[in-house]
């Protein structure tokens, strides 16, 4: 795909997958959280070390969701690739609130963080799997050296998280590590997603 080029308020440009209803949010004088609606499975940023991250499962080798689409997108090699994975348990490569990376394959983006969300109802903390889920990802990004990387509302759909409360734990996280990446993207597929994401922004980060 030629997508076309995003010009920021801060000055930034760069290059991502056409999301519409883009809206950039300074975190620190060189890096900025941006909101868009969209397909995470296409996004990229041109010439760069970039991530999507999977909000996989526990045994990590696809699902429905954003995980199913993440695969299909990637083609079969990221499917041998979460194989290779080395199970942590019987049945469990990535257990909730940890993450995993590997190439992106057939994706335009250069590598998947794969990571665990909490079962709403079935988790005895999720506030804080949830946190860790978004925090672990972004601890494997800053290790491989990716400057740019893309979340979606990671658990807000079959896992069944209220989309304010993750939302706001999504940003309070990403804004502690304000000044590791070029820019935190969030690609959100529903428009009540979206319209969540950007009230907490708006809280979160209005300085
Ligand atoms: N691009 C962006 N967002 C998407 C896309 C997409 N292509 N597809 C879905 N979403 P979910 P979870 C949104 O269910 O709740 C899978 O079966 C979706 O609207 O993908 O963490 C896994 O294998 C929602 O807002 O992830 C696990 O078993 C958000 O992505 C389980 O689901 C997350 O929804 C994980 O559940």
Same mark, same amino acid.
């Given at each position: 795909p030629s997508p076309p080029s995003m010009a920021s308020a801060s000055g930034v440009s760069t290059i991502s997958n056409g999301g519409d209803g883009? %809206?950039?949010?300074?975190?620190?004088?060189?890096?900025?959280?941006v909101i868009q609606k969209g397909d995470i499975t296409r996004w990229f940023v041109d010439g760069s070390t970039d991530a999507i991250v999977n909000p996989a499962n526990e045994r990590m080798l696809g699902g429905g969701g954003a995980d199913g689409a993440i695969h299909k997108a &990637?083609?079969?090699?990221?499917?041998? &690739? +979460?194989?290779?994975?080395?199970?942590?348990?019987?049945?469990?490569? +990535?257990?909730?609130? !940890? *993450?995993? %990376?590997?190439?992106g394959f057939n994706l335009p983006a250069s590598h998947v963080i794969h990571t665990v969300g909490p079962i709403y109802n079935g988790d005895s903390n999720p506030q804080a799997s949830l946190r860790s889920a978004y925090r672990n990802s972004l601890i494997v990004a800053k290790d491989?050296?990716?400057?740019? %990387? *893309?979340?979606? $509302?990671?658990? +807000?759909g079959v896992y069944g998280y209220p989309y304010d409360e993750a939302a706001m734990i *999504? %940003?309070?996280?990403?804004?502690?590590?304000?000044?590791d990446f070029k820019e935190v993207h969030f690609v959100l597929f529903s428009p009540d997603v979206y319209n969540?994401?950007? #009230?907490? $922004? #708006? !809280? &979160?980060?209005k300085d």
């Amino acid at each position: 795909p030629s997508p076309p080029s995003m010009a920021s308020a801060s000055g930034v440009s760069t290059i991502s997958n056409g999301g519409d209803g883009v %809206i950039r949010f300074p975190l620190s004088p060189s890096s900025s959280l941006v909101i868009q609606k969209g397909d995470i499975t296409r996004w990229f940023v041109d010439g760069s070390t970039d991530a999507i991250v999977n909000p996989a499962n526990e045994r990590m080798l696809g699902g429905g969701g954003a995980d199913g689409a993440i695969h299909k997108a &990637a083609g079969p090699d990221l499917l041998q &690739a +979460c194989y290779n994975v080395p199970e942590v348990r019987p049945g469990v490569r +990535c257990p909730t609130g !940890e *993450a995993r %990376i590997t190439p992106g394959f057939n994706l335009p983006a250069s590598h998947v963080i794969h990571t665990v969300g909490p079962i709403y109802n079935g988790d005895s903390n999720p506030q804080a799997s949830l946190r860790s889920a978004y925090r672990n990802s972004l601890i494997v990004a800053k290790d491989h050296n990716i400057q740019y %990387i *893309a979340f979606t $509302a990671i658990s +807000c759909g079959v896992y069944g998280y209220p989309y304010d409360e993750a939302a706001m734990i *999504a %940003i309070s996280t990403v804004k502690e590590f304000r000044t590791d990446f070029k820019e935190v993207h969030f690609v959100l597929f529903s428009p009540d997603v979206y319209n969540e994401w950007l #009230n907490k $922004a #708006n !809280e &979160a980060l209005k300085d």
